[in-house]
């Protein structure tokens, strides 16, 4: 059994670290609750300015086709890999990067023996991985966490949309954690561009008369103006449910740490208990047996 000293040097150290996670914890959960509430709010926008979009383009013949519509061979393929600037957040960032080695290893497992795939990281801690295993990191926006507003994203987005016009790139994909719940997060793989087109189905008369509309100006004209303003918002929304998720589990992670210290702690104490009595003990027999001695 350790001796008091030791013991008491653990508690301590123990106490420490429930404090220290114990407040992160604190300050994970208020950030939390700032960023819930933004993707939250975000989230209807996007879906139905997404949902009018390809409502738009689905009963577009080929020919007529939007820039950012227009499917061609995956032959080089760009992926944005979303992860934290910093650790204690639990499977966070080994989950997402996990599913980016696997997308590339399985789906795309011609353009990476070809070396055409190309990573664009956000967060210091993708970067650091795939810098360090030689990937194709061309880019990283490790910043952006630091002021993560709709202005700070709209230059991104753009260049996501001029390395797809300029085909550079044939496909581009969002890879990042989608915030469901503080305790939960699922990792999604986003086709960003070419954007999908609404798959044409059987529609009843009644919904061919609800679609028939007259757009003015033409549909083109509207998908010109609509599409790069979707294609930030889908970007800004991709950046929110990341920084929600990371604050989820970092709550959540933090919240485990802190139990988990607290349980030790009533261990050493028990420990340090068990000690001192012995000690007691000890010492009382001690007294007796040199006191018996003396009587003889």
């Known amino acids: 059994?350790?001796?008091?000293?030791?013991?008491?040097?653990?508690?301590?150290?123990?106490?420490?670290?429930?404090?220290?996670?114990?407040?992160?914890?604190?300050?994970?959960?208020?950030?939390?609750?700032?960023?819930?509430?933004?993707?939250?709010?975000?989230?209807?926008?996007?879906?139905?300015l997404r949902k009018i979009m390809q409502?738009?383009?689905?009963?577009?013949?080929?020919?007529?086709?939007?820039?950012?519509?227009?499917?061609?061979?995956?032959?080089?393929?760009l992926l944005v890999v979303f992860s934290s600037n910093r650790g204690l957040c639990g499977a966070f960032n080994a989950n997402i990067i996990k599913l980016a080695v696997e997308r590339m290893n399985t789906?795309?497992?011609?353009?990476?023996?070809?070396?055409?795939?190309?990573?664009?990281?956000?967060?210091?801690?993708?970067?650091?991985?795939?810098?360090?295993?030689?990937?194709?990191?061309?880019?990283?926006?490790?910043?952006?966490?630091?002021?993560?507003?709709?202005?700070?994203?709209?230059?991104?987005?753009?260049?996501?949309?001029?390395?797809?016009?300029?085909?550079?790139?044939?496909?581009?994909e969002l890879i990042y954690n989608q915030f469901k719940n503080a305790a939960v997060q699922r990792q999604v793989v986003e086709q960003y561009l070419p954007l999908v087109r609404e798959e044409a189905e059987e529609k009843t008369d009644l919904k061919k008369v609800e679609a028939d509309y007259i757009f003015e100006p033409d549909?083109?004209?509207?998908?010109?103006?609509?599409?790069?303003?979707?294609?930030r918002i889908q970007l800004f929304k991709a950046f929110l449910d990341s920084y929600a998720a990371e604050m989820g589990a970092r709550m959540t992670a933090m919240h485990q740490a802190t139990d988990n210290a607290r349980a030790l702690l009533k261990e050493l104490r028990i420990s340090?208990?068990?000690?001192r009595q012995n000690q007691i003990t000890r010492e009382i027999?001690?007294?007796?047996?040199?006191?018996?001695?003396l009587k003889g």
């Open 107 to 172: 789906t795309y497992q011609v353009q990476e023996r070809n070396q055409a795939i190309d990573l664009i990281t956000v967060g210091k801690k993708a970067t650091d991985f795939f810098r360090k295993r030689k990937y194709q990191v061309v880019d990283s926006w490790d910043e952006v966490y630091d002021s993560l507003t709709f202005e700070t994203i709209t230059p991104k987005a753009s260049a996501l949309m001029q390395f797809f016009t300029e085909k550079k790139y044939d496909r581009i």
């Open 285 to 293: 027999i001690e007294i007796v047996s040199g006191a018996e001695a």
């Open 219 to 231: 549909k083109e004209t509207i998908l010109e103006e609509l599409t790069p303003k979707t294609l």
């Open 55 to 77: 409502n738009l383009s689905a009963g577009m013949e080929d020919s007529n086709e939007n820039t950012y519509t227009k499917i061609r061979k995956a032959e080089r393929i």
């Open 1 to 48: 059994m350790p001796g008091l000293k030791e013991v008491r040097i653990r508690i301590a150290s123990v106490k420490s670290t429930e404090q220290i996670t114990n407040a992160m914890k604190m300050v994970a959960a208020s950030k939390l609750r700032r960023a819930q509430n933004a993707i939250i709010r975000l989230r209807p926008y996007a879906a139905k």
């Open 272 to 275: 340090y208990n068990k000690a």
